[in-house]
């Protein structure tokens, strides 16, 4: 069976970001990027699959700008036998990803497609919900756990809701999106990251797989967060009272 | 440098424009004849030239591997040097092996060239193992300890390509340093303190001297309504020509700062670092094609410019140890008039760990609390310094006796270390029993090496921590 694993580049989870001036979005020149946490612990899954035999091979994807070729690249490193780079500069989005990656599956048909539940940059938590929907497959989407039956063709996943832990079975073929708890990624050791710079990135452009990138929302602005005003400390119970009462309006 | 920009469009685009130098009091500045000449030169983040730089080194089939740590140096049985290898990672900090631990690599090669920046911590071993600054009755290396800001300021106040250089408040006279505050593009100022490490005052904070500044009528006129990008620290070399230690061992050289080659008097070392790196290229290049010994690099740097210049500098910052003014008055004389053909080389003080004096001897210094609108906490700072450690792993700060901060550190110098790092690693925190002990916050380290540097008893020592930790300097 294949895996097919998508990984995305954003801004690096350790920079501290900040708004450009106009306002556009935030500011990336310059700036340090690295695989998104969340593609980390999907690809660190599916090479314990293919470790464990119930895969024989992990195929890495980046949709993205030219630099999405060193995500890749780090990804091969961890231990993906391929990748696959579909190139785009600007603009993307969820449903337009998932279409790219619907049209990645029509041709590569893998048995099991695993994705981040989110990217730390846009924190959307859709792509692989649109995917599963776009394919018409199951999804186990927050998984914590994953257990693969081979034979009954079949994947049990642990989901992490805000109740607790459910557990779903899904006939593969299946999309499933990893949680923080699922696994702790390995480092790519030096001697592989010298190995991965043999292997093979093949190169798509959207227009290659039939589809269009377009966006039915438009960003009008970004602002940062208001900053927290000072605490305020209440000299009794009644000030407080008032308070939530007047000025917070919570009670 | 322009050859290289016309060809091959480097980030090296803001020529200087205007260059001055001002003495501080408290609340005024008085011009100073400038003694700097920095027309011709450009005003750049290091960051992104580096950046820049190691794309084209990889176009030209360098393989270059970040987040790898060289933790050791490799020996063959005849001592000569024959790599380097990397740190294990993955261990928890009880020293026991995580889930996701991988062996350490050896890398092997004919040569090994180490250039690590200032006191490197390889190559401080080398050179005492091999005995590098004996060799040449070098003097030990004098350092000081720089922090920096870059602000994004009004547009109306910026001036891509002025420099500016201070000296006096708040500094005393008895304490060599000065600030810098450089204009790049996009708005964005570079501003700094650096303070020389043998300052004697156990007390003083570089990191709160540095914020005091800022309010400076001056300084804050022009950061006002700024925003602080980005902020770190690092130390540099101020021994000079007094303190280049041989720069070759048996298996390879030393190059760039973890040699030393800054020009004090100028406030540049990045040209002497990169023309010693191409020195000790061509000197390898020779030694692997023709079989030649690597010590025809210690020639090449003698007959080159870095040491026609150095030997020019030499006499600057040593004329300092007799105070402020008389360096100054000895500086200006170097500079007008011997620009060092005087027959004598003046010798540098007591080493920096040296000089502190005890606690006794001085009082407390009492720092204004910061305003957050142009002074900032220690974490405020450090959070825009981008650095970041896993968590999980041995503090790669390392006490060679564990006793001796609390049995000399604190009560003899007042706990030095928890003041002049600008990280805030070091920290006297009360155990159970309200007795104070130290607590090192090694995630925090800004790998500037102050600690290594100017540690009392030389009991810190600073280990190059898992692969991948530390500052995330981009337009610093």
């Known amino acids: ?55 024989s091979e992990v195929v890495a994807v980046s949709v993205g700008p030219a630099q999405c070729v060193d995500t890749l690249r780090t990804g091969l490193a961890m231990g993906a036998d391929r990748g696959i780079h579909v190139e785009f500069k600007d603009g993307l989005n969820p449903l337009s990803v ?51 039956d ?60 039939n589809v269009e990138i377009k966006s039915d929302l438009e960003v009008l602005q970004v602002t940062e967060p208001p900053k927290r005003k000072a605490g305020v400390i209440v000299s009794s119970v009644d000030e407080l009272i008032d308070k939530l009462q007047n000025e917070a309006r919570v009670i | 440098m322009y050859l290289l920009k016309i060809y091959l469009q480097a980030p090296v685009d803001v020529p200087v424009l205007s260059d001055k130098f001002w003495y501080l009091t408290k609340d005024r500045t008085f011009a100073l004849p400038c003694p700097f000449n920095n027309r011709g030169n450009y005003v750049i983040s290091l960051s992104q030239l580096t950046r820049w730089m190691g794309v084209k080194a990889e176009e030209l089939g360098v393989e270059i591997y970040p987040g790898f740590a060289a933790g050791e140096v490799l020996y063959d049985s005849n001592d000569n040097v024959v790599g380097v290898g990397t740190n294990d990672m993955g261990i928890s900090k009880d020293g026991s092996k995580k889930e996701t631990f991988q062996h350490g690599v050896e890398l092997k090669g004919k040569l090994t060239l180490l250039a690590e920046g200032c006191r490197g911590s390889l190559s401080e071993k080398i050179i005492s193992k091999y005995n590098l600054r004996g060799k040449v009755q070098a003097q030990h290396q004098t350092y000081a300890l720089g922090i920096k800001e870059v602000w994004e300021i009004d547009e109306s106040k910026h001036e891509p390509g002025a420099v500016l250089h201070t000296l006096g408040w708040p500094l005393d006279h008895k304490t060599y340093g000065g600030s810098f505050v450089y204009h790049m593009k996009d708005r964005q100022v570079s501003i700094g303190l650096v303070i020389a490490l043998n300052y004697q005052n156990p007390y003083l904070n570089p990191y709160e001297e540095f914020q005091k500044f800022k309010h400076h009528p001056a300084i804050k006129s022009l950061l006002e309504g700024g925003t602080v990008i980005q902020y770190g620290a690092r130390t540099l070399n101020e021994g000079g020509f007094q303190s280049i230690p041989y720069p070759v061992f048996p298996g390879g050289a030393i190059v760039g700062c973890s040699a030393g080659f800054l020009n004090v008097p100028k406030i540049k070392g990045t040209h ?97 609390r910061a305003d ?105």
């Open chain 1, 1 to 55: 069976m294949k895996i097919m694993v998508a990984v995305k580049r954003v801004v690096d989870y350790a920079v501290k970001i900040r708004v450009k001036p106009d306002k556009t979005g935030v500011e990336t020149q310059n700036v340090k990027m690295s695989m998104n946490p969340f593609c980390e612990i999907a690809l660190e899954e599916a090479l314990r699959i293919r470790e464990s035999g119930l895969a």
């Open chain 1, 98 to 148: 998932a279409k790219v990656l619907r049209a990645l599956v029509e041709a590569e048909k893998p048995g099991l497609l695993i994705l981040g539940k989110q990217a730390i940059d846009d924190d959307c938590n859709q792509t692989g919900q649109m995917l599963a929907g776009l394919l018409k497959w199951p999804q186990g989407t927050f998984a914590s756990k994953v257990t693969l």
């Open chain 1, 150 to 209: 081979k034979e009954k063709q079949v994947a049990t996943v642990d989901r992490e809701v805000d109740g607790g832990i459910e557990t779903v079975l899904l006939d593969l073929p299946a999309v499933i999106t990893t949680d923080l708890r699922l696994n702790q990624p390995r480092y790519a050791t030096l001697p592989n990251i010298m190995k991965a710079k043999s292997k093979v990135i093949k190169k798509y452009t959207p227009g290659d797989l």
């Open chain 2, 272 to 368: 002497t670092a990169m023309k010693s790196g191409m020195l000790a290229a061509e000197a390898a290049f020779s030694v692997l094609s023709e079989g030649s010994s690597m010590v025809v690099y210690y020639d090449f740097l003698r007959k080159s410019w870095i040491w026609e210049e150095l030997k020019k500098a030499r006499n600057y910052r040593p004329a300092f140890e007799f105070g402020l003014l008389p360096g100054l008055a000895i500086s200006g004389l170097e500079h007008y008039i011997f620009k060092g053909r005087l027959p004598f080389t003046l010798k540098h003080g007591k080493p920096d760990h040296k000089a502190t004096n005890v606690a006794k001897l001085h009082t407390p210094i009492e720092y204004p």
């Open chain 2, 372 to 476: 957050g609108i142009l002074s900032f906490d220690v974490p405020t700072s450090l959070h825009r310094s981008n650095t970041n450690h896993e968590h999980d792993q041995p503090a790669h700060l390392q006490l060679r006796d564990p006793t001796i901060p609390e049995l000399v550190n604190l009560p003899e110098y007042a706990g030095p270390e928890s003041r002049y790092c600008p990280a805030r690693v070091y920290e006297y925190v009360p155990d159970e029993n309200g007795v104070l002990k130290l607590q090192i916050n090694a995630q925090n380290c800004l790998h500037c090496k102050a600690c290594d540097i100017k540690d009392p008893q030389q009991n810190i020592e600073w280990t190059v921590p898992e692969g991948g930790g530390g500052p995330g300097y981009s337009v610093m």
